[in-house]
């Protein structure tokens, strides 16, 4: 994948990120930055420090130094790209950022992170007003935080943070996990169509508060379907699927089927079999179908197609993941390094 953006924002709050510390937010919160939702602006609309932004911004610093905000990634990963988003700050804008990295494992304090070892991802780079800028970022590291540097001070909109999850090991043996969650390591790897909502909002955690957050297609005009392909998070036996068309009442899939292989990378060459096939959907409900005893084997991606087109707000795959895939996951977790 060139387009790091297609990529989950891990940074986000739609899954757990935070913004553990900044330095100075006299003018704009710093949780603006992991917001969801694209930035606003409503002009002359004023508050008791001024214009009101949709950002975290800071006043303007009159001593040496920068300022920095700290962002808890909701689920570890290797980043892959930045996006710092600087929408309708135009005269108040940092004209230079930097971010860093680290992993701190556990539930740290801001102390604690404030004291770890930093690694640059996104070098002092130059900005501009108004822009959303982006960078990649060539690390195979896991990591759990981001710091962001602005220089000297000023607004910043929106940081998203893409990257692929990793999931830990540690808390998936010794029963059924959901194999496909981005909190485990689960990730969309290809799909067929993404015009209303992202296929990734399908791996997110709890349920779908509207059809905005769930994954959506174009009405399709020609043959054929729309589909999307999961890598799990770690390969396992599947041995239950849940499709959840909650809130898609009027542009639900007419049906669903789903196919699994066990070679990581899919293509044609992969033997795929049936977990379920295609079975008629309700709209706004949640389905959950056994897996045939047959189909119950080690799996390591699976494929969705829906017929013909639709939105769907979340899938899950409750099943036992592998000893050798939790093997594996393991010595990467533990390694810091993640071979993808």
């Known amino acids: 994948m060139n387009d790091f953006t297609w990529l989950p924002d891990l940074a986000s709050r739609l899954v757990g990120g ?29 508050g ?49 950022i930097s971010v860093e990295a680290c992993t701190v494992d556990g ?42 540097s602005i220089y000297p001070d000023g607004g910043v909109a929106r940081l998203r943070v893409h990257a692929e999850p990793v999931g830990d090991p540690r808390w998936m043996a010794g029963g059924w996990i959901d194999l496909i969650a981005v909190e485990h390591g689960g990730l969309v790897v290809a799909c067929s169509d993404q015009f209303y909502g992202s296929p990734h909002n399908l791996l997110m955690p709890g349920p779908a508060r509207s059809m905005g957050e769930g994954w ?47 070679l990581p990378t899919g293509g044609q060459e ?23 005893a047959e189909a119950q084997k080690l799996t390591s991606r699976i494929r969705l197609d829906v017929y013909p087109d639709g939105g769907m707000a979340r899938m899950r795959l409750w099943g036992e993941p592998s000893a050798t895939g939790l093997a594996a996951l393991g010595r990467r977790w533990e390694g810091g390094v993640v071979e993808t």
């Not at 939702?37 to 002359?44: I, L, T, V």
């Not at 909650?246 to 789903?258: I, M, V, W």
């Open 270 to 292: 992969a033997q795929w079999w049936e977990l379920l096939p295609r079975t008629a959907l309700v709209p706004d409900s949640r389905h959950r179908f056994p897996i045939p």
């Open 216 to 262: 959506e297609t174009a009405r399709r005009r020609t043959g054929g379907n729309d589909w999307v392909e999961v890598r799990l998070g770690v390969p396992g036996i599947p041995k239950l699927v849940e499709l959840d068309t909650s809130h898609f009442k009027g542009n639900a899939p007419e049906a669903a089927r789903l196919t699994a292989t066990d």
């Open 18 to 46: 935070a913004v553990v510390y900044a330095n100075d937010e006299f003018f704009g919160p710093r949780e603006a930055l992991i917001r969801p939702e694209p930035p606003g602006f409503q002009p002359a609309t004023f």
């Open 107 to 148: 539930h740290p304090t801001p102390e604690e992170v404030l004291r770890a070892a930093w690694t640059p991802v996104v070098p002092r780079s130059r900005i501009t007003g108004d822009q959303r800028h982006l960078f990649a970022v060539h690390d195979d590291r896991r990591f759990t935080h981001v710091r962001l």
């Open 48 to 96: 008791a420090k001024g214009q009101v932004y949709d950002g975290w911004e800071t006043r303007r610093r009159r001593q040496p130094g920068h300022d920095i905000a700290i962002v808890r990634l909701g689920v570890p990963g290797v980043i892959r790209g930045v996006v710092v988003d600087t929408a309708f700050f135009r005269g108040n804008y940092p004209p230079e």
